[in-house]
T-cell receptor, first 113, second 118 residues
Framework: LAKTTQPISMDSYEGQEVNITCSHN???????ITWYQQFPSQGPRFIIQ???TKVTNEVASLFIPADRKSSTLSLPRVSLSDTAVYYC??????????????FGPGTRLSVLP | DTAVSQTPKYLVTQMGNDKSIKCEQN?????MYWYKQDSKKFLKIMFS???????INETVPNRFSPKSPDKAHLNLHINSLELGDSAVYFC?????????????????FGPGTRLTVL
């Protein structure tokens, strides 16, 4: 599983666009980039997945440059209810033995009124 | 119409006791998982089952034993509970094993079970 690096925390105000960037320098050719959202006291929830260029759904957009060594999750016009931890995962397959499949600490987004 | 459900939501128990957490998914997925989220908020996979067969078994003490009576259920039994077992345990499912790729293979997580060992 490719190692990812994200900011530990971010603050924003309601109505602003928030961009969270994830670095994944050793992404493999077959790897897809997946983002999850976790609210306090809940399990993670899938937000969006992409391979290259741009993907958009009703919740977010995902921008992936040509070299795919990073990706940016874009949340348009955030509200207080978007306060959560956002995880970036990169991987296609992983070794069953001896390798933990771990969600890193993610990015804790705090949306302020 | 809950997709992945877990019971109980909270579990408080004494050291040395044995307890079980149940998980059910109604998504028709082939693969189910147990994760542990510790105080630092890292989510680590513990086990994964595909069609009732164990396919991932990370470095977890033998006191933890998963049981999958059918592909819609994956229960977690913990013997001789220790203080360090206190955490939130999440069950999850996906259409196919993560070992076969993540494209369109997102995981659906349950609400979690907060286990407190006193």
């Amino acid at each position: 599983l490719a190692k990812t690096t994200q900011p530990i925390s971010m603050d924003s105000y309601e109505g602003q666009e928030v961009n969270i960037t994830c670095s994944h320098n050793n992404i493999a050719t077959n790897d897809y980039i997946t983002w999850y959202q976790q609210f306090p006291s809940q399990g993670p929830r899938f937000i969006i997945q992409g391979y290259k260029t741009k993907v958009t759904n009703e919740v977010a957009s995902l921008f992936i440059p040509a070299d795919r060594k990073s990706s940016t999750l874009s949340l348009p016009r955030v509200s207080l209810s978007d306060t959560a931890v956002y995880y970036c995962l990169v991987g296609s397959t992983f070794d069953n033995y001896g390798q933990n499949f771990v969600f890193g600490p993610g990015t804790r987004l705090s949306v302020l009124p | 119409d809950t997709a992945v459900s877990q019971t109980p939501k909270y579990l408080v128990t004494q050291m040395g006791n044995d307890k079980s957490i149940k998980c059910e998914q109604n998504l028709g997925h082939d693969t189910m998982y147990w994760y542990k989220q510790d105080s630092k908020k890292f989510l680590k996979i513990m086990f994964s089952y595909n069609n009732k067969e164990l396919i991932i078994n990370e470095t977890v003490p033998n006191r933890f034993s998963p049981k999958s009576p059918d592909k819609a259920h994956l229960n977690l039994h913990i013997n001789s509970l220790e203080l360090g077992d206190s955490a939130v345990y999440f069950c999850a499912s996906s259409p196919k094993p993560l070992t076969s790729g993540t494209r369109g293979n997102e995981q659906f997580f349950g609400p979690g079970t907060r286990l407190t060992v006193l």
